[in-house]
């Protein structure tokens, strides 16, 4: 194996991509295009959801409550109704996700049992965002309530012998502010790497088929070993520049915190890269046409980084066979490697596991990327 002939074959590459504007387009534009894409589009968390309110009472308890969901970032009234019908109307239109009435003997009830009820309709059409409604609407409502069981007790002379009520003292580690967007972007990485790496990667051998100039490859004394060397280490200088890249966008336009090591984020990255530009070039190397090697190679990388790494649903909550399928997902444990990284702060102590997965992973993948390629016409 000579360097002089990898050096040239990985000139020749370069200077392929650079004049091929869907390859430029997919290692210099797309991981902006996804950081951009995915880092405003992708949003987890719920806040100023649109309310409507209809107050049959009118009184001065019913308009401090609905002050309540005023007042909060998570709710945002967006019209008051006097009747049923506007307020059907205003939920079947989509003006709001959740309808509060309060009942006409609200007041009543609570000054003779202390206790009072009102009604919350929601839309489900969206599952995940009713039920964080309920859940914050249920918030609003028994901070309300414990506020009036103290001036209850407060006025019948009972405010030392009220009980105290028990309460939570939350810390909330990692990710303080519970943005959700500190959790989508660092796998927003990891799709980046998985969709440069394999669609570029794949393009390499069936490039040379479709353009008639395997031949010519086959006839020069170039090694398979340095065919291989010297198409994948241009893409792994690509793969390099988009992590740097995508991490500049994460931690100075996004503000995601950073709180491990530059060292870790790119050893791992290494790895990564090499599973995803082997699992391209194999690819490539199997499938002769351009277009079907592209496809193969979405359907292989991005997909199972998608939905499988635990990027977009947590593996925990998948089903038990689902979960054993996940160890066979590469991104899975970049992913994992990812988030502790950017949230946690850990190095490559604390991620031994993953990494000695990943490093399992990258050496078969090398080794059947590397017997693939055969030097000879069929």
């Given amino acids: 194996m000579r360097l002089g002939r990898i050096r040239a074959m990985a000139v020749k590459e ?23 894409l995915l880092g405003y589009g992708v949003n987890l968390d719920a806040k100023h959801i649109p309310v409507c309110t209809f107050d049959r009472e009118g009184s001065q308890f019913s308009e401090a409550l609905l002050k309540r969901f005023k007042s909060t970032a998570y709710f945002a009234v967006v ?5 049923y019908r506007a307020l059907t109307a205003a939920v079947d239109g989509g003006d709001c996700r959740i309808a509060i009435v309060v009942p006409p003997d609200f007041s009543k009830r609570l000054s003779d049992s202390g206790a009072s009820s009102v009604q919350a309709i929601i839309d489900a059409t969206d599952d995940n965002s009713a039920n964080l409604a309920l859940g914050y609407a249920q918030s ?10 103290v001036q209850r007790a407060g006025m019948q002379g009972q405010w030392m012998a009220a009980p105290a009520a028990l309460s939570l003292e939350s810390r909330v580690w990692f990710n303080e502010d519970l943005v959700s967007r500190n959790f989508i972007i660092p796998g927003v990485v990891a799709m980046v790497m998985a969709l440069v790496g394999s669609q570029l990667t794949s393009l ?9 100039t395997m031949e010519l490859l086959v006839s020069t004394p170039v090694t398979p070993m340095e065919v291989m060397l010297g198409k994948l280490l241009p893409y792994f200088a690509i793969g390099f520049f988009d992590a740097a890249l995508c991490l500049a966008f994460a931690v100075f336009w996004f503000d995601v915190p950073f709180r491990g090591t530059v060292f870790t984020l790119f050893f791992t990255t290494a790895l990564f890269l090499i599973v995803v530009l082997g699992l391209g070039y194999l690819i490539s190397v199997t499938v002769r046409s351009q277009v079907g090697a592209s496809q193969i190679a979405l359907l292989v990388t ?31 444990y970049y992913v994992t490697i990812l988030k502790a990284v950017f949230l946690k702060g850990e190095g490559v102590v604390e991620l031994a596991e993953p990494i000695l997965a990943m490093t399992i992973y990258a050496a078969l993948v090398a080794v059947l990327a590397a017997r693939a390629f055969r030097k000879r016409l069929e």
């Fill in 204 to 212: 390499t051998i069936s490039r040379e088929w479709e353009r008639g």
């Fill in 302 to 332: 991005m997909l199972p980084t998608a939905l499988l790494s635990g990027y977009t649903f947590p593996i925990d909550q998948m089903p038990a066979l689902i979960r054993a399928v996940t160890y066979l997902v590469h991104a899975r």
């Fill in 140 to 149: 609003v409502v028994s901070g309300f309530s414990a506020d009036i069981a």
């Fill in 79 to 83: 019209e008051t109704v006097d009747n």
């Fill in 14 to 36: 370069m200077l392929q991509v650079w004049r091929d504007p869907r390859s430029l387009m997919i290692a210099l534009l797309m991981p902006v295009m996804q950081m951009a």
